[in-house]
Each structure stands twice: as C-alpha cells, then as structure tokens.
C-alpha cells in the first residue's frame, strides 16, 4: 500500500513536467512531423517493458485487487526515463539508409559547381568613392561662389575710389556731376552701375560741350574663368572717356594718337579713321614717345593739338594712355554685316579719350589718386578744340575730303539702286513668262508672245535722236 501511494506521488509530480514538454513539443514547427513516431515508438517500448515486469514478477492476488481498483487513467500512465525517451534514436530499423542518402548527396554536392558572389560595380556601392563628381562640382561651385563675391567687391571699390579722388575736378568743370536722369531734378554724385564690371558717370553744364559720359570698364573679376583668363594672359582695366562737342564749335579734322600694337585694328574698325586720316611719322617733328602712331588728316590741327603740355603727360604716362581720338565725322564702330548702307551714318563731333589703369590687372584703389594729370589733360584738349581755327587751306582741304566720301557713298548708292531696279526688272519678266506658260487659251497665248517679242526687238534696237535742220 505504501509503494502505491509512493507511485501516485510520483505521477501526480511528473503530470505537469509532461504536459509543458508536449505543449513544447507542439509549438515547435521543425518537428512537427516526428511526433506520431515517437508517440509510437513510446507505446510500444512500454508494452514490450510491461510483458518482460510480468514474466519475471507475478503479481499477487493482493496486487492484483488493488491495481483493479486503481482509477484506469492511471493504468495508461507510464513513467519514462531519459534513457527511455531517446531511446528511438539509438534503433537501427528507424534511420534505415540514412548513411546511403547522406553519402549520395554529398556526392550530388560535390558534382554540382561552387557558387560565386558577383562583385558589386564601384559606382553602385555606398561610399564616399562613389561620389567625388558631386563633391568636385560642389568644390567648383563654392569657388565660383566665392570668387563672385570678391571680384564684385574690389570692382565696386575701384569705381569708389575714381569718383573719390576725381570728384573735385569734376565739380570745377561742370555744374551737374552724376546725374542718372530718372528724375525731373539734375541729381548729383550717382555712378551708375550698368553691370558688375561697368559703371558709369554722367556730367554736363559746361561751355562748349553737350555732355561727358565716364565709363568705367574693369576686369570681369565676378567671372572665374575671365579671371584665370587674365591670369594667363594680363589684360588691364580701362576709363573711356567721350566728350560730346556742340555743333558747329569744333573745326572739320580727324586726329587719333594710338599704341601701335592696336593701331591696325582701330583704324579698320572706326568709320571716320578709315576714311579720312592715314598713319604719320611724328616721332622726330613731336617729343612723343615711340609707342604711339599718329593718324592724321591735316598736319596743321595735328600740331597744335599736340602742345608742349600734352606731349609732357604721354610722355610721363606712356603706358596709361591706349588712345586719343578727335573727329567731328564721328559716327562710331564699323557695322560688321556685308551690306553696304542705304544712307550716309549720322555723325557728331567728338573727342575720345580711353586710358589705362596702373598695374595690369593688379590695380588697387589707391592708383586712382595717379591718375589725376589724365583728367586734366582731357579738359585742356576741350578748351584747346573749341579755340582752334584753322587757316583756310586747311578747311578747304578738310571740305574737299568730305565732299569726296560723300561722292564715294552717292556711288556707291547708285550702283546699289542700279542693282536692285535690274532684279525688279527680272522678277517681272519672270513673272510674264509663268503667266504666258499658265495660259490655256491658245489665241490669248499666242498674243501675249507675239508682245512680249515686240518690247524685246524694241529694247535692242539702238536709241536715235531726231534733229531738226532749219533752212
């Protein structure tokens, strides 16, 4: 009775160890499909232990009564051991030819070829290999950025500092200085800014002159590549200067004083250059320097433009000055198109003036307060313009030459209205011809022939005059 209790305890200790191993069992999925076989396996290995316990040990009468009371749920309930419980693993009927198929497919493993991973192109892996074009246009990008900035910074101080140190000249001179002309009011002061490398200035109230128009063209600094450009080839920066003379103040010449390395080019290129002046030696008659060429119209205007004073400043600022030009033929560039024009160019009295800021490329503000003797120089040429008289031989020469280009362009016009009424005539005998060829009447065709031969007989018959003799 003691063993039986003894037994209870036991199942009743190992019922809830039994059922959290088969729930266990149940949720894991992987050997889901081993549990009816060990269920199997574990059913028959207790019948086959039962039958062996009954051979050896028979049971009691008393035993017998008292396991025939016992509740039959117990009857079914047997207690495993871990032998017992991985005891299928050890049976050899279980895994029959398991070593057969292991041998066949590694076999099968050992025929089939090794897998090799593909290597992933440079351009679509993540790292910052992949993106040096991006960071050079961002490097290339912040450069020009910054570049921008400061090239428009020092152009904007450059123009500043002219107007500065040439402000007090200029208000000698004229009585309206930097007038932008979008008010009613004459405003004074204002440099236009035209552009990030151009400004300009505005000045008139002065004897003798309409305007004078200041440009201030410096180095496109706010552009790299013109920069690099400049570094490799150094340009400098220019103040063109244009003075507009009232009518009818200055005497008939043209007169140029320009470096001889752009001489060529600006004597083609301007309209009055090309037509009235041609290239003088004046380095032995004039104290100028050996730089400049001289392109003249008449000798007399040539000499008393070029005075002492003048002749002082080209001498001392050689490098400065590019170009000195005075005309009252003044009409501008050469247009660049092959068609000749169909009336003669407007023109004005102008003088011209285009000097060259100190240092190449390299200017600072403080080489505007140099540049002072310049300005004075361009007022000294007015003044000296609007006195001069010329003698008459002189004028009648400079008249003779304007009456000849005039002649030159009436020519010139006339063959081209020659040309244009020769086409006129053509496209209309053209357009007589398709007319006769599109006629369907043969009586009507044959009359417009019949006419069209008539005018061509009479155009080539030769023109005679009829005279008349009195007796």
């Not at 402000?167 to 004229?174: K, S």
Request: aromatic share 6%; charged share 35%; net charge negative.
């Amino acid at each position: 009775m003691m063993k039986l209790w003894v037994l209870l305890c036991l199942l009743a200790c190992l019922t809830p160890l039994t059922a959290r191993q088969q729930d266990v069992e149940v949720d894991d999925n992987e050997f889901a499909e081993f549990e009816d076989e060990e269920e199997f396996v574990m059913e028959t290995n207790n019948e086959k232990s039962e039958q062996a316990a009954g051979n050896t040990n028979k049971p009691t009468s008393q035993d017998q009564k008292s396991a025939s009371v016992e509740d039959p749920e117990e009857e079914e309930t047997t207690v495993e051991t871990e032998d017992e419980e991985f005891e299928h693993f050890i049976d050899e009927d279980e895994f029959e030819g398991f070593e057969k198929d292991k041998s066949q497919s590694s076999k099968s493993k050992e025929g089939q070829p090794e897998l090799k991973m593909a290597d992933v192109p440079v351009h679509l892996r993540t790292n910052w290999d992949s993106f040096y074009v991006e960071i050079l246009m961002l490097a290339g990008l912040g450069v020009y950025f910054l570049n921008f900035l400061q090239g428009k910074s020092k152009n904007h101080k450059l123009a500043q500092s002219w107007l500065s140190a040439h402000r007090d000249i200029l208000e000698q001179n004229f009585s309206i200085v930097g007038d932008d002309g979008t008010s009613k009011e004459a405003s004074s002061g204002t440099l236009m800014k035209e552009s990030e490398n151009v400004y300009a200035l505005w000045c008139s109230g002065r004897t003798c002159v309409e305007g004078m128009l200041v440009e201030l063209k410096f180095l496109k600094r706010q552009d790299l590549i013109s920069s690099i450009s400049n570094m490799l080839k150094p340009s400098s920066d220019q103040i063109v200067i244009q003075v507009d003379l009232e009518p009818k103040v200055m005497d008939k010449f043209v007169f140029a004083i320009v470096q001889k390395r752009s001489s060529g080019k600006l004597h083609k290129e301007l309209l009055d250059l090309s037509q009235f002046t041609e290239k003088k030696n004046m380095d032995k008659k004039l104290d100028i320097p050996t730089c400049f060429q001289v392109l003249s119209e008449i000798m007399e205007a040539t000499t008393a433009v070029l005075d002492k004073k003048v002749c002082q400043v080209l001498q001392k600022y050689e490098a400065c000055v590019e170009y000195i030009h005075f005309s009252d033929q003044y009409s501008g560039i050469k247009s660049t198109d092959d068609s000749q024009p169909t009336k003669l160019p407007q023109v004005k009295p102008v003088l011209m003036f285009v000097f060259n800021v100190p240092g190449k490329g390299k200017s600072k503000p403080s080489d505007m307060e140099s540049m002072k003797p310049l300005l004075q120089m361009v007022f000294h040429c007015i003044d000296k313009v609007s006195r001069l008289q010329l003698s008459r031989e002189a004028k009648q020469k400079a008249e003779k030459n304007r009456q000849k280009a005039e002649e030159e362009y009436e020519r010139l016009t006339h063959s081209q209205r020659q040309e244009a009424a020769q086409l006129r005539r053509e496209e209309k005998r053209r357009a007589e011809k398709e007319r006769l060829l599109n006629e369907e009447d043969p009586d009507k065709a044959r009359k417009l022939e019949e006419r069209e031969n008539r005018r061509e007989m009479k155009r080539k018959q030769p023109k005679m005059k009829m005279m008349k003799v009195q007796g």
